[in-house]
């Protein structure tokens, strides 16, 4: 018969049927208020965690300091033990003494004095006004006003950089002073103005780092909440740096904002809302005590602790871990301790020692409000930092830890040692890490413990940590240097007490009691080089290498009257003298998954008239097109196959409703046997780049016997051996049942 565009059909349709198998199997807690005349505070920064249901009971304040009065702003004064309050109703300035606390005198200011401020030397308190435009300067030693500024708005918010110049934010109705302000702390003239660079009128809070060289500034009377960087130069020039966190357009206004001493992390109330903390390099943000209310917030003078205050309590986190070595983990939900209140707390600062906090309490946050002054506890722990794995492999190497506490730590001392050998160690009191440089030290188990003492031990951190330096045993079986399966089976045994893991190849084995291991492996065709890798739960490595050559089992499929035989590539599978779709086929060899085919047919010269391969190839192609949708993406060109002539070209054929599938389409001459074959290797689309070389490989094994002498015999098929569909080239007896129809309906011509 001729070899016609059936044949082309059926290896299209059968491949896609092949192909298609597989497939047939912020709003935060809290109430949001809106914009208020309020003022928050001045800022310039000076071991167990309980479960929810641990709770630290609160503790009352030491003393409250009865005022009654609207109380706008606090300070604490750094040199002496004094916190100074703005009485906006009164008109003064209170100098509350917290030895004693009560009010040791008063200073009279202008109209509504809301804004306070301290210079870097805590020689001067400036005062700025929301009823007049005017900052007042008073000298701390005579308790006396030294200068009346002049300034061209009314003020909201103080800040004081330098000895000589001021920050001041405004509140005008009139809209009179859009930006904040660096104006002389001298004579009140305007130095420069702190352009955001957005044209809206914000009522900004404004807290500066402690080392007065970074300004911050929120808004506190619109929503919603951003934050704007600015920096000073050398010179006094301040530069801004860019603005976020944005928390979105429903976050609320802040009422308070502090930075941490250190300079790491500024914390914000949100009116109504919790203490959010933010990276001053903007990289991290979060909640601080999830769920809480909180209208004020301070930062503990060792950056370790923040202190928020809502109704009728200071709540005290530890936020320690923000400025641990590896970065930011998240802030706690639950506080370290409660310190109850007689009333609402509206404003609060910590002093610079941290052993007291002064608290503006009252029934309402402009209004019949006291001072009250809070002993804090010092909350000491000791929290172990390295080494953080339980084994380790160096046998020199740092024992870090750090103390932390709400109070300063200068009369803190802490001491390092191991399994019960006291060792040298550093104490910072500034940071609170404790380093201990150790080693080397012998393999083994090793108890440490860092103590901290203020006179007497008042905190212990103990942990344990394994020094492992060696790495396991491993010895792996021989395997033979050839084998003829596509799986290997590697074992072994790994010797050591803390194995963590052991890998054959890209696989995990499981190791016995004992360490043996084995795992079977998959091989490809060739030299496979297995690695073999042994990992305690140190890290120590041990690896080792086997080798082996997978070489296939030759199969030849021949096929005696027509004439040649063709290798079958291993895991293919093969059916001989098949006739479907209207087409004869010598030969069909099969894999799944993916789904190729390599088919082949022939007919005698005699069908054709012009017996040149790639004449005989056009026709094929062109008798296809005339019935199915073909693309020739390599054009028909001469080649050689066997030492016969031959003809190659690459096309794709598409009907309708199935995949469309690459097809590489072979002719070969054979004059002395009077015949002409086709061979065809295809798979769908999807898959044809990838398999390309299997199906090429598979094809150039086909070779055209002798015309002369005895034929060779298959050591796989026996010629004649009458027409077979394994199992594997592809379905189940529905499936080939599916197939079949398909096929029968796209025949073009019966043999």
């Known amino acids: 018969m001729r070899v016609s565009q059936s044949t082309l059909w059926f290896i299209a349709l059968f491949l896609a049927a092949m192909a298609l198998v597989p497939s047939v199997m912020s709003a935060l807690p809290g109430r949001h208020e809106g914009p208020k005349y309020n003022p928050a505070m001045s800022r310039v920064s000076p071991s167990h965690r309980p479960e929810p249901s641990e709770l630290p009971p609160p503790t009352m304040p030491s003393a409250v300091v009865g005022v009654g009065t609207d109380l706008t702003d606090l300070v604490m004064d750094p040199n002496r033990p004094y916190v100074y309050t703005a009485d906006r109703l009164r008109d003064q300035v209170l100098v509350v003494s917290l030895a004693t606390a009560s009010v040791e005198r008063t200073l009279p200011v202008g109209d509504q004095p809301v804004a306070l401020a301290l210079n870097p030397s805590a020689t001067m308190l400036y005062v700025g006004h929301a009823g007049e435009r005017t900052?007042?300067?008073?000298?701390?030693?005579?308790?006396?006003?030294?200068?009346?500024?002049?300034?061209?708005?009314?003020?909201?918010?103080?800040?004081?950089?330098?000895?000589?110049?001021?920050?001041?934010?405004?509140h005008d109705s009139g809209f009179a002073g859009e930006y904040p302000y660096v104006i002389s702390a001298t004579n009140g003239s305007v130095l420069q103005r702190l352009n955001p660079g957005e044209l809206v009128y914000m009522d900004f809070l404004v807290a500066l780092n402690s080392a007065r060289t970074w300004a911050y500034l929120v808004p506190s009377a619109t929503a919603p909440f951003l934050m704007y960087s600015f920096e000073r130069d050398p010179q006094g020039i301040w530069t801004f740096r860019g603005r976020g966190p944005d928390f979105g357009s429903g976050t609320p206004a802040a009422r308070d904002i502090a930075v941490a001493p250190d300079g790491r992390w500024i914390y914000v109330t949100l009116a109504g809302g919790m203490v959010e903390g933010i990276?001053?390099?903007?990289?991290?943000?979060?909640?601080?005590?999830?769920?809480?209310?909180?209208?004020?917030?301070?930062?503990?003078?060792?950056?370790?602790?923040?202190?928020?205050?809502?109704?009728?309590?200071?709540?005290?986190?530890?936020?320690?871990?923000?400025?641990?070595?590896?970065?930011?983990?998240?802030?706690?939900?639950?506080?370290?301790?409660?310190?109850?209140?007689?009333?609402h707390a509206w404003a609060l600062r910590s002093s610079p020692s941290g052993d007291r906090i002064a608290v503006v309490v009252g029934i309402a946050d402009d209004a019949w409000q006291d001072l009250e002054i809070v002993n804090v506890p010092p909350l000491t722990r000791v929290r172990p930092l390295a080494p953080a794995e339980r084994f380790i492999r160096q046998s020199v190497f740092d024992v870090v830890g750090r103390i932390i506490d709400f109070r300063m730590m200068t009369d803190l001392s802490a001491t390092v040692s191991l399994n019960g050998i006291s060792t040298p160690a550093s104490f910072d009191s500034g940071t609170g890490l404790v380093v201990a440089h150790v080693g080397p030290l012998?393999?083994?188990?090793?108890?440490?413990?860092?103590?901290?003492?203020?006179?007497?031990?008042?905190?212990?951190?103990?942990?344990?940590?394994?020094?492992?330096?060696?790495?396991?045993?491993?010895?792996?079986?021989?395997?033979?240097?050839?084998?003829?399966?596509?799986?290997?089976?590697?074992?072994?045994?790994?010797?050591?007490?803390?194995?963590?893991?052991?890998?054959v190849g890209s696989i995990y084995a499981a190791v016995a009691p004992d360490g043996r291991f084995v795992l079977t492996v998959p091989l490809l065709t060739g030299t496979n080089t297995i690695e073999v890798e042994a990992v305690d739960q140190a890290g120590n490595v041990a690896r080792a290498v086997v080798t082996t050559e997978f070489r296939p089992p030759i199969r030849w499929f021949t096929h005696a009257?027509?004439?040649?035989?063709?290798?079958?590539?291993?895991?293919?599978?093969?059916?001989?003298?098949?006739?479907?779709?209207?087409?004869?086929?010598?030969?069909?060899?099969?894999?799944?998954?993916?789904?190729?085919?390599?088919?082949?047919?022939s007919d005698t010269l005699a069908t054709v008239g012009d017996s040149r391969p790639g004449r005989i190839l056009d026709g094929i192609i062109a008798q296809a097109s005339s019935t199915a949708g073909v693309i020739v993406f390599e054009p028909v060109a001469d080649t050689v196959v066997d030492e016969h002539?031959?003809?190659?070209?690459?096309?794709?054929?598409?009907?309708?409703?199935?995949?469309q599938v690459f097809e590489i389409v072979t002719v070969v001459v054979g004059a002395e046997w009077g015949r002409y074959w086709v061979i065809i290797g295809a798979a769908t689309v999807q898959v044809f780049d990838s398999s390309r070389g299997q199906i090429e490989a598979a094809m150039a094994t086909f070779d055209v016997l002798e015309a002369t002498g005895s034929p060779p015999v298959s050591n796989f098929f026996q010629a004649y051996q009458g027409w077979l569909l394994l199992a594997a080239i592809g379905a189940t007896v529905a499936e080939a049942a599916i197939l079949g129809f398909l096929m029968l309906r796209t025949s073009r011509r019966k043999p």
């Open 135 to 170: 900052i007042r300067a008073f000298d701390l030693a005579s308790w006396t006003q030294v200068e009346n500024l002049t300034v061209p708005f009314l003020t909201w918010d103080l800040a004081a950089p330098t000895e000589t110049e001021l920050v001041a934010t405004t």
């Open 442 to 503: 012998a393999e083994g188990d090793y108890l440490t413990e860092i103590r901290a003492f203020r006179g007497t031990v008042v905190a212990i951190a103990v942990w344990t940590f394994t020094v492992d330096t060696t790495p396991p045993d491993l010895h792996v079986d021989a395997v033979p240097s050839v084998v003829e399966s596509d799986v290997l089976n590697v074992s072994g045994t790994v010797i050591d007490p803390h194995v963590s893991w052991v890998r």
């Open 561 to 601: 009257t027509g004439h040649f035989r063709i290798q079958i590539p291993f895991r293919w599978s093969a059916a001989g003298n098949v006739t479907q779709g209207g087409t004869r086929f010598d030969v069909l060899l099969s894999r799944t998954n993916p789904a190729l085919i390599v088919g082949v047919s």
């Open 645 to 659: 002539p031959a003809a190659r070209a690459v096309i794709a054929v598409t009907v309708v409703g199935s995949p």
């Open 279 to 343: 990276a001053a390099d903007r990289t991290g943000s979060g909640p601080v005590g999830l769920g809480s209310t909180s209208y004020a917030a301070d930062v503990g003078p060792t950056s370790q602790f923040v202190a928020s205050g809502g109704p009728a309590e200071v709540r005290i986190y530890d936020v320690s871990a923000a400025s641990d070595p590896g970065g930011f983990n998240g802030f706690p939900v639950d506080p370290e301790a409660v310190l109850g209140l007689t009333g």
